[in-house]
């Protein structure tokens, strides 16, 4: 074989070891792609699946307590009862009310409106009665049955605000009791 033959071979064998490399390259893209192809439609079937577990598990609590659904209105009421008898006690003390950006230059009329607010939640809330103790529960069932009803975002607030009322109350009243302890 002569220098050109070999030179000939050569570029033979490197014309097809690009083309080659492009085939192989070409077939790693396309497999990439059915891959990930693949990946969205597992994705999606597993939401699906998570869509139906939720909706089986939400079907079967109200099947269990349909008794508990019948009648809404009425645990509806009973929970906003406390939370209207509360909203009421609280008409004249606004100073005592949590506000950013308001600083108090009376400091007896705030210690007045603290005392009146820790009293108005503890006459709205008595740790006795078994709505009290029911409302976090309640509240819990009743966002469960919106958001199956498709109103979760209506009721979820109001649960949230109801939660982070009953928190902030809670805080606020044992805080005014440490504070009238020392």
Same mark, same amino acid.
């Given at each position: ?22 085939? +192989? ?15 969205? +439609? ?27 659904? +019948? ?97 902030? +109350? ?13």
């Amino acid at each position: 074989m002569t220098y050109t033959q070999w030179l000939m071979i050569e570029a033979r064998s490197k014309i097809e070891f690009e083309e080659n490399k492009a085939a +192989a390259s070409e077939e790693l893209e396309r497999l990439v792609r059915e891959a990930e192809q693949a990946k969205r +439609a597992l994705a999606e079937e597993e939401r699906k699946l998570k869509l139906m577990r939720e909706y089986c598990a939400l079907t079967t609590w109200m099947s269990a307590n349909r008794e508990a659904l +019948a009648d809404m209105g009425a645990q509806i009421a009973r929970v906003s009862e406390p939370y209207t008898k509360f909203s009421q006690s609280l008409a004249e003390t606004t100073r005592a009310m949590p506000i950013s950006g308001v600083y108090y230059s009376d400091g007896e009329a705030l210690v007045d409106d603290m005392q009146k607010f820790a009293d108005a939640v503890s006459s709205s809330f008595p740790a006795t009665e078994s709505n009290v103790k029911d409302l976090y529960g309640m509240a819990s069932r009743l966002s469960r049955l919106y958001k199956a009803l498709g109103q979760e975002r209506e009721l979820l607030s109001e649960c949230d605000r109801l939660k982070q009322s009953l928190e902030h +109350a809670a805080v606020l009243a044992v805080s005014s009791k440490l504070g009238s302890l020392k």
